[in-house]
């Protein structure tokens, strides 16, 4: 009897192990949060023990608002010799980073600081490839290589958004043939992140609220899989969203308000640097790529474009996971439950489109300000695949056939 029980505990144990996902958790930045923290940036550089930095930047804002001055005055303070490469613009391009690599390497600089957002990061990790290692670096973002290196990256935060300030993710857009394409690898981490949410209030309220749908839709991707999913990271990333939520409202209405830019600015890098991703093996990420074909393409800003997708996704692909749409609906989006899971994720969809329009975002591409002809949404739905060679999502595997679907039901 008693050799029974032990055996059957044994099976459980066994089952419980099988159910649950293992995971990494790799978080390595440092994170320098609030007011004034951006005069530390010269210290913290020295703290890596550069030699010499590459100051990048973006096309303007920073040298508008003063905060690049800051930041030379910072570095000298701290006996830090630079140079400083600005002009990335949004969806930031291939041709600027090979121009970074050049001047990096004639220079011998060996640590890249970024003062800006998730496409000046993007692009100071892309340089930091492209010296660290020899080849054309975009062959990493192709999959044809694996980056040995990176070049260390420090970051000065300007927007609440993509989250690179703490991802292993770099995004770039390959002027030949407008292929926007992402590399992730543990070795471009930002060694540390300043954030000073006080920075954020010169965004045009059309950045912000692009800004807080990417930081909702970096939890969401996450939170739809088809895991047994842990209810702590469940309840986290519910929080996080609604948190989110509620700030973005805020913010349409007092842009200066410093706690509701200090709550998203946090959640943006928590939401992305993988905590709300343990237990979920991933996640689904299929509107995150469907929306790159569109930045690609049509050059949009990139919460917008997922804004303008999402919806037709969730609807698409509800029937691979209804009671994880209904759970969403609930808990997220504080619906009623219909009368069956599908009918209560359903309303949850409605009531997050509600919500973009509350913050001015689109929820189709014509609201975008994008009209595709029928060839570029062939095109699209082509690049999107790979041109037929890869699936993506894990509530509904899509083919280019299904991503053509989706671009349609979006116009
Ligand atoms: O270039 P400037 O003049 O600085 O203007 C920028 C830009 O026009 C402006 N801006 C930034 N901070 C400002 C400001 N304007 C006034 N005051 C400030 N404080 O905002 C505009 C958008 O900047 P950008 O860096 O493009 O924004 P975001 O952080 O949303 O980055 C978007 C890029 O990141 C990629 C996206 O695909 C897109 O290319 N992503 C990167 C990820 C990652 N590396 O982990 C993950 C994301 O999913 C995303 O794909
Ligand atoms: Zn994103």
């Given at each position: 009897m008693r050799r029974k029980?032990?055996?059957?505990?044994?099976?459980?144990?066994?089952?419980?192990?099988?159910?649950?996902?293992?995971?990494?958790?790799?978080?390595p930045t440092k994170v320098v949060f609030g007011k004034g923290t951006e005069d530390q940036a010269g210290d913290l550089v020295r703290e890596q023990g550069a030699t010499k930095v590459l100051v990048h930047y973006g096309s303007g804002?920073?040298?508008?608002?003063?905060?690049?001055?800051?930041?030379y005055q910072s570095l000298e303070q701290a006996g830090i010799p630079f140079v400083s490469l600005g002009g990335v613009v949004p969806n930031p391009r291939l041709s600027l980073v090979y121009q970074g690599i050049e001047l990096c390497k004639k220079e011998h600089v060996d640590f890249i600081l970024a003062v800006g957002g998730g496409s000046v990061i993007d692009s100071g990790k892309a340089i930091g490839y492209g010296v660290a290692n020899e080849g054309d670096v975009w062959d990493f973002?192709?999959?044809?290589?694996?980056?040995a290196g990176c070049l260390p990256i420090g970051v000065v935060l300007t927007?609440?958004?993509?989250?690179?300030?703490?991802?292993?993710?770099?995004?770039?857009?390959?002027?030949?043939?407008?292929?926007?394409?992402g590399?992730?690898?543990?070795?471009?981490?930002?060694?540390?992140?300043?954030?000073?949410?006080?920075?954020?209030?010169?965004?045009?309220?059309?950045?912000?609220?692009?800004?807080?749908?990417?930081?909702?839709m970096h939890t969401m991707e996450r939170y739809f899989n088809?895991?047994?999913?842990?209810?702590?990271?469940?309840?986290?990333?519910?929080?996080?969203?609604r948190t989110v939520m509620e700030n973005a409202r805020i913010l349409m209405k007092e842009p200066d308000n410093y706690k509701a830019r200090a709550e998203v600015m946090w959640a943006g890098s928590l939401s992305h640097n993988g905590l709300t991703g343990c237990g979920t093996a991933g996640g689904d990420w299929a509107s995150h790529q469907l929306e790159h074909e569109?930045?690609?393409?049509?050059?949009?800003?990139?919460?917008?474009?997922?804004?303008?997708?999402?919806?037709?996704?969730a609807r698409y692909v509800l029937e691979g996971n209804p009671g994880r749409f209904a759970q969403f609906a609930v808990r997220v989006m504080g619906q009623e439950k219909g009368k069956d899971d599908t009918e209560t994720a359903l309303r949850g969809i409605c009531a997050m489109e509600e919500f973009y329009h509350q913050v001015e975002m689109p929820t189709s591409l014509s609201e975008l300000g994008i009209n595709p002809t029928e060839e570029q949404i062939h095109s699209l739905a082509e690049k999107c695949s790979h041109f037929g060679k890869r699936t993506v999502g894990c509530i509904k595997k899509l083919d280019q056939e299904?991503?053509?679907?989706?671009?349609k039901m979006a116009m």
């Open positions: 029980i032990q055996n059957k505990k044994k099976t459980n144990i066994r089952k419980a192990e099988i159910e649950m996902t293992n995971f990494d958790y790799y978080a804002s920073v040298k508008r608002s003063g905060l690049l001055e800051r930041i973002y192709e999959r044809k290589r694996v980056a927007i609440a958004a993509a989250g690179s300030e703490m991802s292993n993710s770099s995004v770039i857009t390959n002027e030949d043939g407008w292929l926007k394409r590399y992730g690898n543990d070795c471009c981490r930002a060694r540390f992140a300043v954030m000073d949410p006080e920075l954020t209030m010169t965004l045009p309220k059309y950045q912000t609220a692009s800004g807080c749908v990417d930081i909702m088809q895991e047994e999913n842990l209810d702590l990271t469940d309840g986290f990333s519910e929080h996080l969203i569109l930045g690609g393409m049509f050059d949009v800003a990139h919460g917008a474009g997922l804004a303008a997708v999402w919806g037709s996704w299904d991503m053509y679907q989706i671009y």
